[in-house]
């Protein structure tokens, strides 16, 4: 084959593949020992819904803690809030540093339920009050 023959893999009109880009990678990371992502959205749903639980449960505890009357609705929301974002916020710091993904899905998809919950049983409440009017 002289210099001026074409080379067979790459005609005239087709261009020559490109590189990858630096971060791609040749083959999908698959690691066997791993918890597949429907799992990890599992657990993280329920996980969450559990923690969250345990989050409300801990009202007495609280109160020994210098709440003479109960914890109030406020605080004890305030605080599941900040809970909420700080278990978000280390899903995300799993997903970027290690890759894991899933858990934060699961944690979303609880809380999405869950306000979905809220607004049906207000308004379920909302038609009864308004019925007996």
């Given at each position: 084959?002289?210099?001026?023959?074409?080379?067979?893999?790459h005609s005239g009109?087709?261009?020559?593949?490109?590189?990858?880009?630096?971060?791609?990678?040749?083959?999908?990371?698959?690691?066997?020992?791993?918890?597949?992502?429907?799992?990890?959205?599992?657990?993280?749903?329920?996980?969450?819904?559990?923690?969250?639980?345990?989050?409300?449960?801990?009202?007495?505890?609280?109160?020994?803690?210098?709440?003479?009357?109960?914890?109030?609705?406020?605080?004890?929301?305030?605080?599941?809030?900040?809970?909420?974002?700080?278990?978000?916020?280390?899903?995300?710091?799993?997903?970027?540093?290690?890759?894991?993904?899933?858990?934060?899905?699961?944690?979303?998809?609880?809380?999405?339920?869950?306000?979905?919950?809220?607004?049906?049983?207000?308004?379920?409440?909302?038609?009864?009050?308004?019925?007996?009017?």
């Amino acid at each position: 084959m002289s210099e001026s023959d074409p080379d067979p893999k790459h005609s005239g009109d087709v261009p020559a593949p490109l590189d990858p880009l630096p971060y791609a990678t040749p083959t999908p990371r698959t690691n066997p020992g791993m918890v597949p992502v429907k799992e990890r959205w599992a657990i993280g749903c329920f996980g969450y819904i559990l923690i969250s639980i345990g989050w409300f449960a801990s009202a007495p505890f609280l109160q020994s803690l210098g709440y003479r009357h109960g914890v109030p609705v406020g605080d004890a929301f305030l605080g599941w809030m900040l809970m909420t974002a700080v278990l978000l916020a280390l899903t995300l710091f799993l997903r970027l540093r290690y890759g894991f993904k899933g858990y934060g899905y699961g944690i979303l998809s609880a809380l999405g339920a869950g306000a979905l919950i809220l607004l049906g049983l207000f308004l379920l409440l909302l038609a009864i009050c308004a019925s007996h009017h």
